[in-house]
């Protein structure tokens, strides 16, 4: 199974400020179709997951420009700047290029 | 504009059959590329796939749960399921249906599912 690393494990921003997350895959996420499918989502507290990016770096539609992913191969990196209070809650990246589908343990941001 | 709901029974005993049903609409599972995921997620841990089905009948399953697993569709009355036989303590978690295309970009709310005798 791919491993997906997410560091840090938790992470405390200042409103404003800018956070960033990374996602380590055990093996190259670059599908034989040219794509790279790994995705981004926010589970807000007492909610459902939220899709964020697509595609490693596509934002999904209603997004904030704030969020932003970026990466390709093993190595991929979701960033938010001038963190807002509404972007609390804990983050998880998720690979869907080989079976079994696999998600990242989380990164749980919260408010400086 | 696209939802999606999932139902269970609430609460069943060990070894019995879990069936869960994800309602959907705004899409249709007929459609080229469409498909549905099922993710579960224990209270309080983070997020663990399960399985997909896809427009062709295509399926696929988390070899974790060893043969378990059986999902299925029925397009006409847009509705995904998902059945997990021999139902244990660790299965106890809230199961999320997702449609997926190059992505899980729509979730449902989520149906609590505890296994206790």
Not at chain 1, 38 to 48: D, R
Not at chain 1, 67 to 91: A, Q, W
Request: aromatic share 10%.
């Amino acid at each position: 199974d791919v491993v997906m690393t997410q560091t840090p494990v938790s992470l405390s921003v200042s409103l404003g400020n800018q956070a960033s997350i990374s996602c380590r895959s055990s093996q190259s996420l670059l599908h034989s179709d040219g794509n790279t499918y790994l995705s981004w989502y926010l589970q807000k507290p007492g909610q459902s997951p939220q899709l964020l990016i697509y595609l490693a770096s596509n934002r999904f539609s209603g997004v904030s420009n704030r969020f932003s992913g970026s990466g390709s191969g093993t190595d991929f990196t979701l960033k938010i700047s001038r963190v807002e209070p509404e972007d609390l809650g804990v983050y998880y990246c998720f690979q869907h290029t080989h079976l079994p589908l696999t998600f990242g343990s989380g990164t749980k941001l919260e408010i400086k | 504009q696209v939802t999606l709901k999932e139902s269970g029974p609430g609460i069943l005993q060990p070894s019995q059959t879990l069936s869960l049903t994800c309602t959907f609409s705004g899409f249709s599972l007929s459609t080229y590329g469409m498909g549905v995921g099922w993710i579960r997620q224990p209270s309080g841990k983070g997020l663990e796939w399960l399985a997909n089905i896809w427009w062709d009948d295509d399926k696929y399953y988390n070899p974790s749960l060893k043969n378990r697993l059986t999902i299925s569709k029925d397009t006409s009355n847009n509705q995904a399921f998902l059945k997990i036989t021999n139902v244990d303590t660790a299965d106890t978690a809230t199961y999320y249906c997702a449609r997926e295309i190059a992505a899980l970009d729509y979730w449902g709310q989520g149906v609590m599912v505890t296994v206790s005798s």
